[in-house]
């Protein structure tokens, strides 16, 4: 069942029992939490996901708790437990959406090992992914906001998950991160998009995400094979450009960007040659997501 | 051994693992999450060429824990190989102990565990030659305040432990076994003598089989904190399992505990290793141990809390009085560690650091749970 079936009653019953099993493929979490508004956040988010069975194997079993005690009473705060242990700080109860998303990345980086799990965007056309590593501020999660309002399929914003026999990378679809002044520049560039109310005052400034587009989701199953390597590089004043970058550099930023590139010794390096062997790598300049949209629809048109 | 945990039954018997229901997966890598033994179970499963029947999903779980228990093994090897270099100008053995020892000495204890911490051991007269030459290779000390200070270097069988600031491991530097002010009282430059080498590693010594299964009883039986418990009772399972195939073992044991002080450690594990993972013992081993043994009430005192306590610290095997019991062996760890008066002065001194709240947490509630990484 899909969870725009759910009504709000049902989905809060779900999540306060925790009985919530989404299928995040290739993950499944089981979710619970005693807070109104994250089913309400739920619900817009993950409408296009499925849920699984109650007695179906969950990979995570995350929960999102309001603190209790006379110092939550005044200032409501609310904590992440994996698999009934706390983990990290409590935050304000308003960021309790996003603290999920994030329990949940954390989540598959600590223990997907199965995977080559990069922090890089990961979008695909016509068969071809480009994965667009990067450290936090290039504007990797506001191309790939972009990009996906204009005909790019999701597969994900922050994880990418390397399949080291396959050579395939997957995502899980799930929604956006966008941050500060992206919220609105994504606002203006795609004013259908859906997302959730700005969230001020967190760890990363105000936030807030946005939906993947219908198409994407629904082909969330479907691997991809990577084509570019392309490292984002945003400044308010630049001129858009792709240039080829050094195929070393980008072997670098790879390692340094997995999270779990040591876990998997002679195997993630041998992982990270194939995949650079098989890409082409590019540095990207830009400060314009019109600009951005016009050069990547001719890289992927085959003029480069 | 029918009311042990899914994960406990299932490392005795992997065969168990054909037959288990979708909800039974999903609580078994849970288990084995928390315990800290889902690698080895994954090594026992593929020891016993059961991974095939392995649902896909649990079965990537497992593989992902077995991957990352070598990474930690391999890393280890490198971390021993470092500190062997960095005490290279020190004329002195040093002793591995415990996690560390069990991998150099390629003991099937070793298999798919987890590592974090290196443990050595030094003569105390060396400690300061030692520390100023890990301090040389970019070791730093990680316990500034005065007071803390005090209480390791004063009454602690080890320094504050030691962070690389590079590779950001740790290295817990002893002396001896148990803190200078415990109750036991060890006989250490015994444990010295019998150390045996490491092949091929120049001053690299491993305690003597019957020593190193003493000092991981002694370790396990007054630890406070029980969260690698069932993990470290199942290290001593499978010594006593390996070295009690080799003919001297056994007949060594009970003898070496009452010279070494540790005949009461060493009754609690072959007791609680007999009784939760049915760990074979001779039953002279048992006999010789008889006199001395705790008053029957403090048995079944220790009975409760141990079966309990050696169980995984999760949710669903916590039963009546498993917070009872965590807090009475929290309790007792402390009063074995040092005499009364210098455990209320302890505890007063943390209690006025760390305000009053804090305090009253410190007295009575275990250590708070580690945040995960």
Redesign the interface.
Known sequence: MKISNYSHEQLTRRLEGGELLLDLKPF?TRIRSNIPGIARDIALMYAGFETCPE?????F?VAVIRESGLLNWMKPRARFY????????PLPVSQSFAMLEWGLN?CVA?????YLIIHAAVIEREGRAAILPGAPGAGKSTLCAGLINRGWRLLSDELALLDLDSGLVCGMCRPVNLKNASIDVIRRFAPHAVMTGPVPDTTKGTIALMRPPEESIAARDAPARPAWIIVPDYSPEASPELVPHDRALAFMLLAEQSFNY????TNGFAAIARLIDACHCYRFSYSNLEDAVRIFDRLAGGCE | MSGNALITRALLLPSLVTGLS??E??LLV?QG??ANLLARLAHRIIEQQLMDRV?P??R??L??AL??A??QS?AMRWEVECILRALAGVDERVILLKGAAYLLSDLPTAKGRTFADVDILVPKQRIAEVESQLMLHGWQGTHHDDYDQRYYRQWMHEIPPLRHVKRGTSIDVHHTVLPESARLKINTALLFQSAIAVPGHGRLYVLAPVDMVLHSATHLFHEGTLENGLRDLFDLDSLLRHFGARPDFWKQLVPRATELGMRRPLYYALRYCSKILNTPIPVEVINELEPGKPAPIVSSMMDFCYQRALSPQ??SCSTKGSRLATTFLYIRSHWLRMPFPLLVQHLLRKAMRNSTARAWETLFTPAP?K???
């Open positions: 499944v007695d179906a194997f969950a990979d079993h994996f698999d009934g242990r706390p983990s990290f700080i954390w600590a223990h997907g090992h199965q040591d876990i998997h010794g | 979708v909800p997966w999903d849970r999450r928390r649902p999903r649990p990537s779980h593989l992902s991957r990352m070598d990474r391999s999760h949710g749970e945040p995960e990484p």
